[in-house]
């Protein structure tokens, strides 16, 4: 894919801030993350943070969506729907992803969160589907295939017992909300385009307890859900491309090396 874009240092710092105030946010919104909260307070938390950081909230308006972040609760896959009606139940998973936009530049990250005792099944799935995006980011250097990402997250899924959602997929990200290339989470080896230092785009895999297929909620059009009602889970980060390897631009907590 030649039209990958390859970004200046300047447009690269700027990412990184927004990339970093995206992960400001999640850690801002998880203390509200508790039994009986609603998901569409938790949202209106969440933008009013970011609003207050002078950035936007990327989802609000895209093409629709009609809230500030995405909020997906057990079943959910992605695209969640944040409502009044949803309330958070003790024994829930769920994944809240965050989208800024500061200074004209998007930084994209999502994570697990939990409510109250889970299950041993439930915390299985968070564990392999962190580790399966570990797994994705170690593929990130100079000359690597971007079909390897997909190939090692979907070899260790399987080998866990679980499956990885092929209907979603990364996406470069840093100028728009969606860039090249569409980073596959389950893919043959060495296939797709080479990675170039420069290029920034996200990964988050999807990993479902059951059937890796997902259908969209006809209601809203948006919440796409398991196709059996089984859980699903998800992390995502937002990544550079280094001269040697990568960074990790949503990382504020210091989890990943720069290599």
Same mark, same amino acid.
Request: glycine fraction near 8%; proline fraction near 4%; charge should be negative.
């Given at each position: 894919?030649?039209?990958?874009?390859?970004?200046?240092?300047?447009?690269?710092?700027?990412?990184?801030?927004?990339?970093?105030?995206?992960?400001?946010?999640?850690?801002?919104?998880?203390?509200?993350?508790?039994?009986?909260?609603?998901?569409?307070?938790?949202?209106?938390?969440?933008?009013?943070?970011?609003?207050?950081?002078?950035?936007?909230?990327?989802?609000?308006?895209?093409? +629709?969506?009609?809230? $500030?972040?995405?909020?997906? &609760?057990? /079943? %959910?896959?992605? #695209?969640?729907?944040?409502?009044?009606?949803?309330?958070?139940?003790?024994?829930?998973?769920?994944?809240?992803?965050?989208?800024?936009?500061?200074?004209?530049?998007?930084?994209?990250?999502?994570?697990?969160?939990?409510? +109250?005792?889970?299950? $041993?099944?439930?915390?299985? &799935?968070? /564990? %392999?589907?962190? #580790?399966?995006?570990?797994?994705?980011?170690?593929?990130?250097?100079?000359?690597?295939?971007?079909?390897?990402?997909?190939?090692?997250?979907?070899?260790?899924?399987?080998?866990?017992?679980?499956?990885?959602?092929?209907?979603?997929?990364?996406?470069?990200?840093?100028?728009?909300?969606? /860039?090249?290339?569409?980073?596959?989470?389950?893919?043959?080896?060495?296939?797709?385009?080479?990675?170039?230092?420069?290029?920034?785009?996200?990964?988050?895999?999807?990993?479902?307890?059951?059937?890796?297929?997902?259908?969209?909620?006809?209601?809203?059009?948006?919440?796409?859900?398991?196709?059996?009602?089984?859980?699903?889970?998800?992390?995502?980060?937002?990544?550079?491309?280094?001269?040697?390897?990568?960074?990790?631009?949503?990382?504020?907590?210091?989890?990943?090396?720069?290599?």
């Amino acid at each position: 894919m030649s039209n990958i874009i390859i970004k200046t240092p300047e447009q690269i710092d700027g990412i990184r801030e927004s990339s970093r105030l995206a992960a400001k946010t999640l850690d801002f919104a998880g203390q509200f993350v508790k039994e009986g909260v609603t998901t569409e307070f938790i949202d209106r938390k969440i933008e009013e943070f970011i609003l207050d950081h002078n950035a936007l909230p990327a989802p609000k308006g895209y093409n +629709g969506f009609p809230k $500030a972040s995405c909020i997906s &609760l057990n /079943e %959910v896959v992605c #695209h969640g729907i944040p409502s009044d009606d949803i309330v958070i139940k003790d024994g829930d998973i769920l994944n809240i992803d965050i989208t800024t936009i500061l200074n004209g530049y998007y930084g994209d990250t999502s994570r697990m969160f939990t409510v +109250g005792v889970v299950d $041993a099944a439930a915390n299985k &799935l968070i /564990e %392999v589907s962190r #580790h399966c995006l570990d797994l994705g980011i170690k593929q990130v250097y100079p000359g690597n295939y971007f079909g390897n990402i997909g190939f090692v997250i979907n070899r260790y899924a399987k080998s866990r017992g679980f499956t990885v959602v092929y209907e979603f997929c990364g996406h470069g990200v840093g100028l728009q909300f969606h /860039e090249e290339p569409q980073v596959d989470h389950t893919s043959r080896r060495n296939r797709g385009s080479i990675m170039k230092p420069g290029m920034i785009f996200t990964i988050e895999p999807m990993i479902n307890q059951g059937r890796p297929a997902t259908r969209i909620d006809k209601t809203d059009g948006w919440t796409a859900r398991t196709i059996d009602n089984k859980l699903s889970a998800q992390f995502e980060h937002t990544i550079l491309v280094t001269s040697s390897g990568y960074e990790v631009l949503s990382d504020i907590h210091n989890e990943y090396e720069i290599t």
